[in-house]
DNA sequence: CGAGTGTTGTTCAGATTCGAACGACCACTC
DNA sequence: GAGTGGTCGTTCGAATCTGAACAACACTCG
């Protein structure tokens, strides 16, 4: 709780606003990647039937040994909450691109496995993904601007990580 | 659909895979921006019962002439559909935040008008959210840095808009 | 003018999200 | 080896979001 207290001293006696600049980043920032959501969540629909938290979930687990990961962890990989990715997981399954397993090291653990299916679905769907994410974003960046952003959103990643 | 037939015809004869520093960049972007806005919310929900959205649309009207806006207008910068904007303003309104007046110019047109207890809300609320703000994103960037994520975002953002 | 076309905002049904509460299990201590 | 605090994943209720359908109005062009 360490961080409202803070917050509100400061909010109380000195706001420091944003200048032009750092409003200009903050707003473009904002701006862009909720558009941005939005045009990958459309082609994902069209293309494939799928939302993009589900696209993540799939590309997470093709990343992972064996395809396979336990519910916790994926969850934070894909940055959702663990009940909603209960729901992804159970949508998931019904469709048949992953399935449940029981964790041999603890009796609690549910571990979600990409099956043959889902990898194939992520294969067919993958390209026409990554050349939005091209199209929009990766394409129209210079390569120091790639590394200014990649360092960017590192930098703040890290303080979102420590204090979660 | 140009895009598509485009994303067809690449997807089938040549998938251009993002590479090493393309791909962290990628991630960065996506991870970053989903977790910092669960942060967002979380802060506001805690300290004003406001969800991010409602807080984007408080920001937009206070810095509109007469704190006013069309209701389509509004939902384009605040990024939210239609129907999401028209059920957001309800809410604003039962709070007291916004009321809705009639379009002297276009008899189909509605008006989302801040009302004065809503530019006391955003007073009262808008020192915490930039700290947030500050706090995890704004101030861990060098000025260079802040400077190429604007240029990246307006420039995602141009294509973008001139897609839709 | 008047038909045709486009825009505006709302309603509706359905899908998705979250947080809180929960039962089950793990790890550690005495 | 029972107790205790913590973790795991699910369930549940409530809130939110979207696209499609709709009615009302605006605009254009013959």
Redesign the interface.
Known sequence: MF??E???T??VTD????DT??M???R????????????IEE?LK??AGLTHPQY?ILVVLSEAPGQQMRMTELARDV?VSKSGLTYQVNRLEKAGLVERATCPSDERGVLAVLTERGRRCLERV???H?????????D??S???????????????E???SS?
């Open positions: 961080k409202f803070r917050q509100y400061v909010s706001p420091r606003w944003l600049t750092e200009a980043a903050w473009a920032f904002l701006f862009t990647s909720h558009l941005l959501e939005r045009r082609q069209a293309v993540e940055v993958a390209p026409g990554v050349e939005v994410v091209r199209a929009y974003l990766i129209r960046l390569r120091d601007e790639l590394h200014a952003m990649t360092s960017a959103m590192r930098k703040t990643e303080g979102l990580r979660v």
